[in-house]
Nanobody, 115 residues
């Protein structure tokens, strides 16, 4: 049974950093492109970053380019999102997803950027 579990969210001050992790199980992780999405209150879910299954270039939302970095460790079946220079507008629930023949989603982790 496929499962994605996010961790690493929390409260951080503006300008701070957080690293989110998403551990996958029940799927052949290497076959899946992995993504991070976020949803702020009252807003639609948006793609934050995506990393292909093997090699290739990652892509980012314009709002996070230069601040966020997505990476993956196929041996650990884990995808990461390093978030630097966080802003209050980055506050949202962050979800990871795995996409190949179908898409799987995690339950999300809350990130709050506030002083």
């Amino acid at each position: 049974q496929a499962q994605l579990v996010e961790s690493g969210g929390g409260l951080v001050q503006p300008g701070g950093s957080l690293t989110l992790s998403c551990l996958a199980s029940g799927i052949f992780f290497g076959n899946y492109a992995m993504s991070w999405h976020r949803q702020a209150p009252g807003k639609e879910r948006e793609l934050v970053a995506r990393i292909p299954s093997f090699g290739g270039k990652s892509n980012y939302a314009d709002s996070v380019k230069g601040r966020f970095t997505i990476s993956r460790d196929n041996a650990k079946k884990t995808v990461y999102l390093q978030m630097n220079s966080l802003k209050p507008e980055d506050t949202a629930v962050y979800y990871c997803s795995a996409e190949w023949n179908r898409a799987y989603w995690g339950q999300g982790t809350q990130v709050t950027v506030s002083s």
